[in-house]
């Protein structure tokens, strides 16, 4: 990713600290300049795609995705953000294939199999739908908990192998699985990642993105 010039360095943590804040309004209002100055488009974006999934304006973040992915910006994340704003625009087909493109790029995705599982649970696919999300815990066992309470996997309840997937958790905390499950809105909010790609000489004061990406 460009560096972002000096002069506008302070505005993207401004924007960032506004996103952080969960003042998606405020980030918006002060995007302008950045968007207009090129060495500094593709953070803009980003910022402005965690704005508009923050504020539920899901199309918007397409339009926005679809002009990253040009400029082939951080795929993965991206395949999730659009997942996650097409399954809210009502298009699991779209958020399908979004989830099989991160895992034809990534086959060890725990998040990619465990959200493909989700969206063709919720498109009627439960077999395959199921073979994702055993995969997806076997890779990464802290998807586990995810199993008792999230939403979209009500369709595999009956499923006698979805039940011994579940009987394999012991001890599961409800409170814990549903703070989990919270966990990937908040990475979204914050585009998973750790910085934005600033100088390295410049102390921003950053916020520590730890959250783990645990849900769809």
């Known amino acids: 990713m460009d560096h972002v010039p000096e ?24 995007l302008e300049t950045l968007l207009a100055e090129p060495k500094a488009r ?5 910022l402005r795609i ?9 199309r918007e973040a397409v339009a926005d995705i679809a002009e990253l992915r040009s400029a082939q910006h951080d795929p993965e994340w991206l395949d999730l953000t659009e997942a996650w704003c097409r399954k809210r625009m009502q298009d699991l087909p779209a958020a399908i294939t979004c989830m099989e493109q991160l895992l034809q790029r990534n086959g060890k995705s725990a998040i990619g199999h465990f959200n493909l599982g ?3 649970a919720l498109a009627g696919d439960s077999d395959r739908a199921l073979d994702e999300v ?17 939403p979209d996997l009500d369709t595999l309840r009956v499923d006698p192998r979805f039940q011994q997937l579940i009987a394999r958790v012991p001890g599961i905390d409800p409170a814990e699985a549903a703070a989990e499950a919270d966990a990937f809105e908040d990475d979204l909010a ?6 934005l790609d600033l100088d390295d000489d410049e102390d921003l004061d950053e916020a ?9």
């Open 7 to 30: 002069s506008l360095q302070r505005l993207v943590a401004e924007i960032d600290g506004w996103l952080e804040l969960r003042c998606p309004d405020r980030a918006l209002e002060r």
């Open 118 to 120: 989700c969206y063709l």
């Open 42 to 46: 593709i953070i803009a974006l980003t």
């Open 50 to 58: 965690r704005a508009y999934v923050s504020s539920k304006r899901h």
């Open 134 to 150: 055993s995969i997806a815990c076997g890779i990464d066992a802290s998807f586990r908990g995810m199993l008792h309470d999230e």
């Open 208 to 216: 520590d993105d730890s959250d783990d990406d645990t849900s769809r």
């Open 190 to 195: 914050e585009g998973f990642e750790d910085d």
